[in-house]
């Protein structure tokens, strides 16, 4: 994407505010209010075609009669007058239309909305909106928004979905004191997205981190792309993660993908660091702005009461970073600042005798350790100490320190001192909170973006030696009998991706099925094959451990006449003679086509795991196999995988290997698929391989 084309938008030189007026109250007046108050150094050009002046500037009656260019027009005037005034934003070369209007897909006008956006396109202009609140952006002094004031300048920005939400967090960011650069207000999202935003705000020199407030992606895959390839910090408040959609899906996969889980996982694979609700995301924006990544697991709490330290020791355990205790020398430096009745273990509790002196001196000693990865400084306000001066304590002893690339938070528990001297420390760039565990939290951020990129997502390299030709002459099979694909037939896909399927040929009479048995060898699974029976089981259309010639013949007779009975009017193809995997731990493969972000793949441990637990993991697919490595080791039954009480591990590799053919496979023929499942996989011991031994594929409707 061409970058200085979202400069008009997002630093325009010159605004045009279509719809402003002089009269107090309306959006129109407090747009070019705003943009007088914030100290907008451009030209601003008022368009009324009333009017001569607003508010002491020269109004125009249209866009096509101001002298000069302008970058970006504010529209501000009601939803069906909108198209005519973009055409004529076109025709005067405007680069950017800020749309605060509403009245358009919102309430049903997608017809008006489709029209802005193509008369814009026309002319290559870009679109914010419509149905926002505006841009606010400190380092260019413009508030091009009816939101109340500039908000608390500062390293982050945040670009919101929600309109009320922004006007909210602009003012909260004050008595919050978290700090942003620029407020983005992006609405309905007719053009300009979220991937736009995060690829434009990740060369913004003034954003450190890229704050977001999203209801729903657009583009999710694109979106992963722009996020992973970003250098600066994303977080992201998700709302509306309720089990929408999950009731209409037909397939297990897609019962379990409507709670969120796809957006986890999309986030996870963007390197997206997750903010559980709207102060969680200005407590982790702050530390995020401000803080280095954590690159190691080891938390050092240093605290000058006890009870303050057990909660941060709580909240450390809660949000993944576990404390342990201080290695030795860490310890003997630390027992220089404290009384003999001090701990030196971590927390290490300096006792309410602590004063300056010895946070200053644990701090400065200890922050540069090796084995030290980060640091939470607490301190619960006393009557002997000053708040201001332990504040300036830490930040003395971090500079001396010279540590620059571990992060640092700080909690001060206490009144109104104490939260002067937080204050003090967020201009001073260390992130202040007033709770122990929400220190601990926004350390916790910090670990989770580290992580996030360690993992490093890597390339996918397709596998060369499938068969896409083979599984799509299947599918245009079934297309062309417009039927349900059979098991057979699923399995025959799953074979052309290299997916090791249990042995499943199609007899069509008794004779042939004794034959088939024979040749697979004894014992036998046998199953009913018909595009209308895909409940097998319900039917009777299944037998198992099938021992030889004479049981072949009377499974065989037994199935069809079961299936017979349940299903007067089923298309019968036969039944299917089926190799009889072993028994060992069995897990599901599934995958939906998400409507965000396309092809996603799940895994799960097999049985109850599944079905009652939901111990399930997702990710966008394509996934390579170090990616699928992950996922084995995100299910909270992972240590089955592993080998629990004395038994061997499974084989994990070549299950890793499986995840990502069946990956490869749902991406290729994405535009078929709609859902698809291996229920069960049978997963040996290490070396010994995996076999899908039921397979399930639902292609879309077309
Ligand atoms: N060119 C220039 N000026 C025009 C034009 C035009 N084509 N047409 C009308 N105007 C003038 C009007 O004469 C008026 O000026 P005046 O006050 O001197 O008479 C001014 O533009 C505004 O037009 P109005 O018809 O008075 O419109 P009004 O101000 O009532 O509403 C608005 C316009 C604000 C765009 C409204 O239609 C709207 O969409 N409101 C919702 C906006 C919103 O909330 N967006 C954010 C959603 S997120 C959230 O919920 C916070």
Redesign the pocket.
């Known amino acids: 994407m061409n970058l200085e084309v979202l400069n008009g938008l997002l630093k325009p030189k010159s605004i045009a505010v279509?719809?402003?007026?002089?009269?107090p109250g309306?959006?129109?007046?407090t747009v070019v209010k705003n943009l007088l108050d914030s100290g907008y150094e451009g030209p601003i050009y008022p368009?009324?075609?009333?009017?001569d002046e607003i508010l002491g500037l020269k109004a125009y009656?249209?866009v096509l009669d101001v002298p000069g260019p302008i970058d970006a027009a504010v529209?501000?005037?009601?939803?069906r007058?909108v198209v005519?005034?973009a055409e004529e934003c076109g025709k005067k070369g405007v680069k950017g239309l800020i749309v605060?209007?509403?009245?358009f897909s919102e309430v049903g006008r997608h017809d008006l909305e489709d029209a802005l956006v193509s008369t814009a396109r026309r002319y290559g202009m870009r679109v914010l909106g419509p149905?926002?609140?505006g841009v606010l952006s400190n380092s260019d002094k413009c508030n091009a928004s009816?939101a109340p004031i500039l908000p608390l300048p500062g390293k982050a920005s945040l670009v919101s979905q929600?309109?009320?939400l922004?006007?909210a967090m602009d003012t909260a960011t004050y008595t919050r004191r978290v700090g942003f650069d620029k407020l983005i207000?992006i609405?309905n999202m007719s053009d300009v997205n979220f991937a736009d935003m995060v690829e434009w705000l990740s060369q913004d020199e003034n954003t450190a981190c890229i704050s977001l407030y999203i209801e729903g992606l657009k583009d999710g895959r694109r979106f992963i792309e722009v996020s992973r390839k970003t250098a600066k910090p994303i977080i992201a408040l998700k709302s509306g993660v309720s089990a929408h959609g999950a009731a209409a899906a037909a397939s297990h996969t897609g019962s379990l993908a409507g709670s969120g889980k796809v957006y986890e996982a999309a986030f996870q694979q963007a390197g997206v660091v997750h903010a559980s609700d709207l102060n969680n995301l200005f407590d982790r924006t702050l530390a995020l702005s401000l803080q280095p990544p954590m690159k190691g697991e080891n938390l050092l709490i240093i605290t000058n009461g006890g009870g303050v330290g057990v909660l941060a020791t709580d909240a450390a355990e809660r949000y993944g970073i576990p404390l342990r205790f201080a290695p030795e020398d860490v310890q003997a430096e630390l027992k220089k600042h404290m009384p003999e009745f001090g701990s030196a273990k971590n927390p290490a509790d300096l006792t309410g005798m602590a004063g300056r002196e010895w946070y200053e001196e644990s701090v400065e000693h200890t922050f540069g350790h090796p084995w030290v990865d980060a640091l939470t400084v607490l301190y619960c306000e006393t009557a002997m100490t000053d708040p201001m001066e332990i504040a300036k304590a830490i930040k003395a002893a971090v500079d001396r320190s010279g540590v620059t690339d571990k992060p640092i938070t700080v909690s001060f528990v206490g009144g109104e001192r104490s939260e002067r001297a937080m204050q003090w420390l967020v201009e001073h760039g260390i992130p202040a909170y007033g709770a122990p565990d929400v220190a601990v939290n926004a350390i916790a951020a910090l670990r989770e973006y580290a992580l996030t990129h360690e993992a490093g997502q890597g390339e996918f390299h397709p596998y060369a030696d499938v068969d896409e030709a083979a599984a799509r002459a299947i599918v245009a099979k079934v297309r062309a009998e417009g039927r349900e694909m059979t098991e057979i037939e699923a399995k025959g896909i799953f074979k052309a991706y290299g997916l090791p399927v249990a042995q499943t040929i199609l007899a069509t009479t008794e004779e042939e099925a004794v034959k088939l048995a024979a040749q697979i060898g004894y014992p036998v699974v046998m199953k009913i094959v018909s595009p209308d029976i895909l409940h097998k089981s319900d039917a009777g259309g299944v037998k198992v451990n099938v021992k030889n010639a004479d049981e072949v013949r009377a499974a065989y007779n037994e199935i069809l006449a079961n299936a017979r009975a349940y299903k007067p009017e089923a298309d019968i193809h036969g039944v299917a003679i089926q190799e009889m995997a072993p028994r060992a731990t069995e897990v599901i493969l599934g995958s939906i086509n998400d409507p965000t972000f396309g092809p996603t793949v799940m895994f799960g441990l097999g049985g109850i795991f599944v079905e009652v637990l939901k111990d399930v993991t997702f990710r966008v697919a394509p996934v390579n196999e170090a990616m699928a490595a992950q996922m084995l080791t995100d299910i909270k039954g992972a240590p089955i995988l592993a080998g629990v009480r004395g038994e061997k591990p499974r084989d994990r590799a070549a299950l890793a290997e499986v995840l990502s053919r069946y990956s490869q496979m749902i991406t290729d023929l994405g535009d078929e698929i709609a859902e698809s499942d291996a229920n069960p996989v049978i997963v040996y011991e290490e070396g010994q391989g995996v076999k899908v031994v039921d397979a399930r594929i639902i292609l879309k409707t077309k």
Do not use: W
């Not at 279509?18 to 009269?23: C, D, F, L, P």
């Not at 529209?75 to 939803?79: H, L, N, S, T």
């Open positions: 279509v719809g402003a007026s002089a009269t309306k959006i129109g007046y368009i009324n075609p009333k009017r009656p249209s529209i501000v005037i009601p939803a007058y005519q005034v605060i209007a509403s009245g149905n926002i609140v009816f929600s309109g009320a922004l006007i207000s609405g």
